[in-house]
């Protein structure tokens, strides 16, 4: 049997694309997830303090309200509840495929139609395949030359069975994961050594829990909480973004927000310039925590800017910038927080289009697609969350949910490729455009391939939407 419509992955972006299309008809169709059991990168990210950076009423799909959210900012647990219970609720328990891990793509021409093969040997047939695996789900784990012969780990594989309490841990980074996982373990370990590769821009969340009559009121009164939800929008389409266009007003209001907040945590005007970026606010991400600057100013946490360049039996090796010196710190756990490979896209599975093209030699130097949703050569394949529409001021579910309707509409062709011109126009485009922003200031960004950024959005969430909405099928051939 084939399908209409396959899909890949199962968190935020794979569940909106599936109510979708049961919203339009589409019943022959299945989404394929390599795990056990549904949610993205929040099955993967079970790490103490996991939890959103962005605010629960705004990372939530516009159509399915929640009013029981704990607090203004939910953890990894109540986000993925309520991926469940959304699938649930929308009847997509028996469209799910589970332990399903895509290794192979390939398109036949004659026959119009997808092979996709798994690890656990099941090929499947489908006229029309979307990718909604995401960017971050890959644990980037660095080779680092050495052994060592403690416990290591990556923060998106969490060693559950390792108990913190009076041991001596080494951080190798302090992004996003790194920033929220620091504190809670800082609370029991002995010594936590956060080995620093650059610093970066940290907000407060001003985060609380909500009040029993906040929660009775959201859900009596669902227009408070969409209120609020379009008060959080307006805030990133605004002063977020103006920031990442380099607006110097703006600029100097967010570094402002942060030396204040870092000044009223952090005692040591040596420790606070180690923590200062020397780049523009949002040409990394943004990251918001309440109680990193707290973590890092405990006795027991010690921020190191020498770098990481060996492992030993018992430790780990540091030397300084300018390699005139080494030490090395004895250590019981080595944790990596270092993210995702977030590219080249689609890393893990090997897929070839027309004349048996290679996606992966397609995007050499750096992906690219029109819209995000659609490449030359590589007909009936869509991207959810694809290239060049990661955010960087608001929240991705906006987008996530333009990308389901405007594919949604796609795959009731029978056959769609984007014009290879209309894409190269486009991406043309976007990399003039992201040129001018800030995401192109710095060079050691996982937003950027060889020069080019490839994951971000170059505009607001209201241009995206609007290009989206008015999606030309007259630039596909069909």
Aim: one cysteine or more; a neutral charge.
């Amino acid at each position: 049997m084939h399908y209409q419509v396959l899909i890949i992955g199962s968190g935020f972006s794979g569940i909106c694309l599936g109510i979708k299309l049961l919203e339009a008809g589409i019943t022959q169709f299945k989404i394929l997830e390599k795990a056990d059991d549904l949610g993205g990168t929040w099955r993967e990210n079970t790490y103490p303090g996991a939890e959103c950076d962005v605010p629960s009423a705004l990372y939530s799909y516009s159509f399915e309200h929640n009013a029981d959210w704990n607090y203004k900012w939910s953890g990894q647990e109540q986000i993925l509840k309520y991926q469940k219970d959304t699938a649930h609720k929308y009847g997509l328990d028996d469209f799910f495929e589970f332990s399903r891990t895509v290794e192979k793509m390939n398109f036949d021409e004659s026959a119009g139609l997808w092979s996709v093969e798994t690890a656990q040997g099941q090929t499947y047939k489908a006229q029309h395949v979307v990718s909604a695996v995401g960017q971050l789900h890959v644990p980037n784990t660095p080779r680092i030359k050495g052994s060592f012969d403690g416990v290591t780990f990556h923060s998106a594989r969490w060693n559950h069975n390792f108990d913190v309490k009076g041991k001596r841990i080494a951080v190798v980074g302090n992004a996003a994961s790194a920033l929220q996982f620091i504190p809670e373990i800082a609370k029991s370990a002995a010594d936590v050594y956060v080995l620093q590769r650059s610093p970066n821009w940290v907000l407060p969340k001003v985060d609380r829990p909500y009040a029993k009559w906040e929660q009775w009121l959201s859900d009596k009164v669902p227009a408070v909480t969409k209120l609020y939800r379009f008060s959080l929008w307006l805030r990133g389409e605004g002063a977020m973004f103006l920031a990442i266009r380099g607006n110097r007003f703006m600029q100097w209001v967010l570094r402002l927000w942060n030396q204040s907040y870092m000044k009223k945590s952090i005692a040591s005007p040596e420790l606070r310039a180690k923590l200062t970026p020397d780049y523009p606010v949002g040409a990394k991400r943004i990251l918001f925590s309440d109680h990193y600057y707290q973590a890092i100013a405990r006795d027991n946490v010690h921020l190191i800017t020498d770098r990481l360049d060996s492992l030993y039996a018992n430790g780990i090796t540091l030397v300084s910038d300018n390699a005139d010196s080494q030490q090395q710190i004895e250590v019981d756990a080595i944790i990596y927080g270092t993210g995702f490979v977030t590219n080249p896209f689609l890393s893990e599975i090997e897929v070839r289009g027309r004349k048996d093209q290679l996606l992966a030699e397609h995007w050499k130097g750096g992906a690219h697609a029109y819209l995000g949703l659609s490449t030359h050569g590589f007909p009936n394949l869509h991207f959810m969350y694809g290239p060049n529409t990661n955010l960087g001021h608001n929240s991705i579910i906006i987008m996530i949910e333009a990308q389901a309707k405007a594919i949604t509409k796609l795959v009731k062709l029978e056959r769609v490729e984007i014009d290879a011109g209309v894409e190269k126009a486009f991406n043309d485009e976007m990399q003039d455009r992201l040129a001018n922003l800030a995401f192109s200031t710095v060079e050691d960004s996982w937003y950027l391939v060889e020069g080019r950024v490839t994951n971000n959005w170059a505009g607001r969430t209201t241009e995206y939407r609007r290009r989206v909405n008015k999606l030309d099928i007259g630039l596909y051939r069909t």
